[in-house]
């Protein structure tokens, strides 16, 4: 309540704010980063991190501390990819373009179109599920779904990748 | 394939780009942008808002003194001798 209304009436926020949320950054960032590159695999994420903790501490006073502070990045830093994905989308990013074209692709490209071939909603419970270590319940939560949306995505992405890395001779059996 | 050996796949890819050493200056510079911006519009807002509260009560001051001297005139036509001297012009009103 104090930070809410210092947040409005203040002409300058007190220092103490802001180291508060420096440490929040120092404690995440590696994660948000992990996050961002998992959802766009796009080497090009040094911006969205930027953008997502700029949002981030805009929205700082509006923050309740009960939910997890990690949610609330991933939350955000989602938002911000799936603008991303949605701008690259529409400039058809010559990247995608190099990945596809390459005959002997490495296991990072060949994850890269596993997931690019996914659409946001299944490719982030995928990664959340799979990269990320989390249960479906905890994925419901962050994601503020149904377990059993949460199941279905799973499902569905999961049959995807393995068809996708059938055909391509990955790790069968 | 089942799904520990996904999990395995995918946990095998550890590739994320490197952060930037000045990153949290960079942000840091951003927010401290907005921050000034934020402060200048509070300021101007505030600034805004005294003026019109101003504004206003010059207004309800200036019209209400106006009307006070109005009434005041009038009260003062209606009793002073003037009136009275006209008094023929009415004598139809009896």
Partial sequence: MLKKLTSYFYLSPTEDVLDEFEQIYREHREYVRHVLYWLVRSELIDELVQETFIKAWKNYGDFKKESHVKTWLYRIARNCALDFIKKESRHNNENREEISDNADLEMKDLISKALMALN???????????????????????????????????????DKVKNFFSENGVLDG | MDDKKIKELIQSDRSAPEAPLNEWAQINAKISVKRTSKTSF???????????????????????????????AVAEYVLEDLYFDNEDLYAWVD
């Fill in chain 1, 120 to 158: 946001l909603e299944q490719r982030e419970v995928f990664i959340l599920y799979y990269k990320f270590g989390h249960t479906t319940k905890e994925i419901s939560e962050i994601l503020k779904v149904k377990e059993g949306t949460v199941k279905s995505r799973l499902s569905y992405s999961r």
């Fill in chain 2, 42 to 72: 509070k300021y101007f807002a505030g600034a805004f808002a005294c003026c019109l509260i101003l504004f206003a009560l010059n207004t309800e001051f200036f019209f209400s003194s106006g009307d006070q001297e109005l009434n005041e």
